[in-house]
């Protein structure tokens, strides 16, 4: 019967050049959806315990969504997945692009590599035919270079997932790329492709994706297009950024309601944002640090959004999405264009490094896309050497006689190339800021600010407490695509699913009860990582469901094409199954769930003395222990109960001795 999914895995033993189909079977689907339920469904039991995630043993999976090929809109993400040599723990990475339907077109939910083959290779999916093709010409090539190559010789209809030099190198800030420059950035999965001599995955296939009810999907998608047409004149990016200033002056805040987003999206993309974060106290500034006092309206010019979008020369939309919030720009210099950069790349590599030079944003952007690293972390780690060059912890002749002042701009696009290739000082910093700190000694500790090994994103949790609450107790520490006390408000879940607290758009309340920790903030807090699991499972764009749930139907989409007739509160279980099963993979690999605390820097602890945070601080054990709690976890250690897994028909071992995993 026609459910939108596969029904399929491929298997692929690196090691012995072997494959092997399995198939799904429909509760399994049912239990755990398709993309990252799936993959941690298959991942819990496969992946040892205290796996080296270099190792043989550690499994590489490449998962599509449920949704994805079935006439959703949004549904164009893909997930890699597998152990994570960043922070030890469950480690996936999302990314749009075209690649997602390619991996069901060749007849499968997901492919997954095991092992660790003796010379550089690719995997070829070709109209029903799999082979591992040697990669020796294309190692040492960039990601889009190794695009470029792999589709001059299968054509146009081949979609690729590449890394570059950094992964080669098992960076373990490294991610996987496709369409030329679209990353699935985190977790350091990019390194463990390389580990594996993995060049590259070229899909080409023609099979069909059928859902149970096409008509009843189309009417749906109609329905939420009108919804992302709907567009209001916004006026100047200026006119955002001062809206950034009021926000941070008034002792209130609003619910707001995605709509709102989404405007600022189709008319700039994520970058829309750029003046606004810093001005309102959710981007961090300086190596969290700093405030809107060292990065005012005046210095972020910079990453003005229109400024920007005057570089653009075409929009970009990922697949099967009507939205398209990306660009490519046009650039002068060694490269010629690029993808616009994003909102995190353009903070991280510009406000976090205090840079002020527009040029060097694009620059640096394509430079970490074509090496395959992720922005995030990159820029993280750079502004972490900058204050360690600051403090005298790094001298110049540690950097290489790199001159590592805060905003020196030359200096960070000759140390971001130094850390792709692992040159000199890049190579002590190509892991991230955690394992540099280590490397370099002296106090450099003092300087990181991460949870779990991984660079927080630049949304500030001494802006919006939520953020430091996933950033801390998410089984892939430090994300910021889970959820938020924003997120919680636009993704509207109250108004499908019984007994979540209501937000009503546009409701005015304290800027002070944002940082009690409350039974209500801990409910929405593991609602978004619920609701989230099941977006991830669909293949959906977290994006499109900011216009929340009655705008994009994610639970009547899924309904529609599985003829499941689930109720939305019948999702959100699948969500904590799938979250109690990461968490457990944790527990099976040693991770201590407390251990992915975020640094104190970006939690208030102490509090700045300046700025749109100022005095403000996350009461965040308090927080963690009540997010624990609504799951049915140890409220103290993190870790699922006997009870919370027999309840979700999980099955695992238990340590010897304890109720919990």
Same mark, same amino acid.
């Given at each position: 019967m026609n459910r939108g999914y596969m029904g399929k895995v491929l298997m692929v033993d690196l090691s012995r050049g072997q494959f092997k189909e399995e198939t799904v079977p429909d509760e399994v689907y049912e239990k755990y959806l398709s993309g990252l339920g799936l993959a941690a469904y298959l991942l819990y039991d496969r992946i040892p315990e205290a796996a080296d995630p270099l190792g043989p043993d550690n499994i590489l999976g490449f998962v599509s969504g449920l949704l994805t090929g079935t006439g959703s809109l949004f549904a164009g993400r893909w997930m890699v997945v597998g152990k994570s040599p960043l922070t030890g723990s469950w480690g996936d990475a999302n990314c749009g692009g075209s690649f997602s339907p390619a991996i069901k077109r060749?007849?499968?939910?997901?492919?997954?590599?095991?092992?660790?083959?003796? @010379?550089?290779?690719?995997?070829?999916? @070709?109209?029903?035919?799999?082979?591992?093709?040697?990669?020796?010409?294309?190692?040492?090539?960039?990601?889009?270079?190794?695009?470029?190559?792999?589709?001059?010789?299968?054509?146009?209809?081949?979609?690729?997932a590449v890394i570059g030099p950094a992964g080669e190198r098992l960076s373990l800030i490294s991610g996987i790329c496709n369409d030329k420059g679209r990353i699935a950035a985190r977790s350091g999965l990019g390194a463990v492709m390389g580990s594996k001599k993995l060049k590259a995955v070229v899909l080409d296939g023609n099979r069909r994706i059928l859902p149970y009810d096409r008509d009843a999907v189309h009417k749906l998608s109609r329905k939420c297009n009108k919804w992302v047409r709907f567009q209001l004149p916004l006026g100047p990016s200026i006119v955002v950024g001062l809206l950034g200033t009021l926000l941070r002056i008034l002792p209130t805040a609003m619910a707001q309601d995605g709509l709102i987003y989404k405007m600022i999206l189709r008319q700039w993309g994520t970058g829309g944002l750029n003046q606004m974060?810093?001005?309102?106290?959710?981007?961090?500034?300086?190596?969290?640090?700093?405030?809107?006092?060292?990065?005012?309206?005046?210095?972020?010019?910079?990453?003005?959004?229109?400024?920007?979008? @005057?570089?653009?020369?075409?929009?970009?939309?990922?697949?099967?999405?009507?939205?398209?919030?990306?660009?490519?720009?046009?650039?002068?210099?060694?490269?010629?264009?690029?993808?616009k950069p994003e909102y995190e790349s353009v903070l991280a590599l510009g406000g976090l490094c205090l840079n002020e030079d527009t040029d060097s944003l694009f620059l640096l952007n394509e430079m970490l896309n074509r090496g395959g690293m992720d922005t995030i972390s990159a820029g993280a780690t750079v502004a972490f050497a900058m204050e360690?060059?600051?403090?005298?912890?790094?001298?110049r002749e540690d950097a290489d006689g790199l001159d590592l002042r805060w905003g020196n701009s030359s200096a960070m696009i000759s140390l971001v190339h130094k850390m792709i290739n692992r040159e000199g000082i890049g190579d002590i910093l190509a892991d991230g800021s955690k394992l540099a700190a280590e490397r370099i000694g002296r106090g450099a500790h003092q300087c990181t600010v991460h949870a779990g090994g991984q660079e927080p994103a630049m949304h500030d949790s001494r802006q919006d407490p939520g953020f430091g609450v996933h950033y801390s107790v998410e089984p892939t520490p430090g994300r910021h695509t889970i959820g938020a006390q924003l997120y919680y408000e636009m993704y509207q879940l109250w108004k499908k699913v019984p007994g979540l607290p209501k937000k009503w758009p546009f409701q005015?309340?304290?800027?002070?009860?944002?940082?009690?920790?409350?039974?209500?903030?801990?409910? &929405?807090?593991?609602?978004?990582?619920?609701?989230?699991?099941?977006?991830?499972?669909?293949?959906?764009?977290?994006?499109?469901?900011?216009?929340?749930?009655?705008?994009?139907?994610?639970?009547?989409?899924?309904?529609?094409?599985?003829?499941?007739?689930?109720?939305? &509160?019948?999702?959100?279980?699948?969500? &904590?199954?799938?979250?109690?099963? @990461?968490?457990?993979?944790?527990?099976?690999?040693?991770?201590?769930?407390?251990?992915?605390?975020?640094?104190?820097?970006?939690?208030?602890?102490?509090?700045?003395?300046?700025?749109?945070?100022?005095?403000?601080?996350?009461?965040?054990?308090?927080?963690?222990?009540?997010?624990?709690?609504?799951?049915?976890?140890?409220?103290?250690?993190?870790?699922?109960?006997?009870?919370?897994?027999?309840?979700?028909?999980?099955?695992?071992?238990?340590? &010897?001795?304890?109720?919990?995993?």
């Open positions: 060749c007849g499968y939910d997901g492919i997954f590599f095991t092992g660790i083959s003796d @010379k550089p290779v690719y995997l070829l999916v @070709k109209r029903g035919r799999v082979e591992l093709k040697d990669a020796s010409s294309l190692w040492g090539k960039d990601a889009i270079e190794t695009e470029e190559m792999l589709q001059e010789e299968y054509g146009p209809s081949a979609r690729t974060s810093p001005e309102w106290g959710d981007s961090p500034i300086k190596n969290w640090r700093g405030s809107s006092a060292d990065w005012p309206l005046r210095k972020s010019r910079s990453a003005d959004p229109d400024k920007i979008n @005057k570089s653009e020369f075409i929009k970009y939309h990922c697949y099967s999405c009507p939205l398209g919030c990306g660009g490519k720009c046009s650039m002068t210099g060694k490269y010629t264009e690029t993808h360690c060059y600051e403090k005298g912890i790094i001298t005015i309340y304290h800027k002070n009860r944002k940082y009690v920790a409350s039974e209500e903030h801990a409910k &929405e807090a593991a609602a978004c990582s619920k609701y989230m699991n099941i977006i991830n499972g669909a293949g959906l764009c977290m994006f499109g469901t900011f216009l929340g749930v009655t705008r994009t139907p994610t639970f009547d989409w899924l309904n529609a094409v599985t003829g499941w007739n689930k109720k939305p &509160e019948e999702y959100m279980v699948i969500g &904590e199954r799938i979250q109690t099963l @990461k968490q457990a993979f944790n527990i099976k690999q040693g991770i201590d769930p407390q251990a992915n605390k975020l640094s104190g820097r970006a939690l208030g602890a102490p509090p700045q003395a300046a700025g749109a945070n100022k005095g403000r601080s996350v009461p965040i054990e308090k927080m963690m222990g009540d997010y624990w709690s609504q799951f049915g976890w140890d409220p103290s250690t993190g870790k699922p109960t006997k009870a919370s897994l027999s309840r979700l028909g999980i099955e695992t071992k238990c340590v &010897e001795g304890s109720d919990a995993v």
